[in-house]
């Protein structure tokens, strides 16, 4: 079965990306574990919450990747001399991502409770207008050039 996209339209040039993100978002795991809230404490501000007893922080990590939250977990705890009769908390690895919008920042993480709470916060940028300039012929063809942003994230004791 072929695939079709929305988005091999002309007139919306330079949308790759979007089209990845929105093939990420469909590939992602259908399993509920561990379950999630995302809550707004705020006007631009979210809280993305997620249920992991059982694990520590050692055993937690949150990064970022290509415009995606991954949190993975795997419990570190040796059980092998643990004899169960029921076991019911589950203490299995996993691996959740969560797709980013351009402007959202990660203020951070905690953990309290057996909950791991990541803050965002979503800035809105100024709408950049640009006039171009046009020319005769191919000679004075000028380069663009692109604008990057490095984010550094730090974690504190």
């Known amino acids: 079965m072929t695939r079709t996209s929305g988005f091999n339209s002309p007139l919306l ?3 790759d990306h979007l089209e990845r993100m929105l093939d990420r978002v469909s590939k992602t795991s259908a399993e509920g574990y561990p379950p999630y809230n995302i809550e707004q404490t705020g006007e631009y501000k979210l809280r993305i919450t997620l249920a992991v007893a059982g694990f520590s922080m050692k055993d ?3 990064t970022v990747e290509d415009n995606q939250l991954v ?4 419990n570190h705890e040796d ?9 019911g908390i589950a203490a299995r690895q996993f ?5 980013l919008a351009e402007g959202i920042d990660i203020l ?5 409770d057996g909950l791991l709470n990541v803050d965002l916060e979503q800035y809105i940028p100024e709408p950049e207008v640009r006039t171009i300039e046009i020319t005769k012929g191919e000679k004075n063809k000028k ?5 990057t942003k490095t984010i550094e994230l ?3 004791d």
């Open 13 to 15: 040039l330079g949308f």
């Open 60 to 62: 937690l990590q949150v």
């Open 71 to 74: 949190v993975r977990g795997r």
């Open 79 to 87: 059980e092998s001399e643990r004899m169960f009769i029921h076991r």
């Open 95 to 99: 691996q959740r991502s969560f797709v």
């Open 108 to 112: 951070g993480a905690s953990l309290e």
């Open 143 to 147: 380069l663009a050039t692109r604008k």
């Open 154 to 156: 730090t974690t504190e």
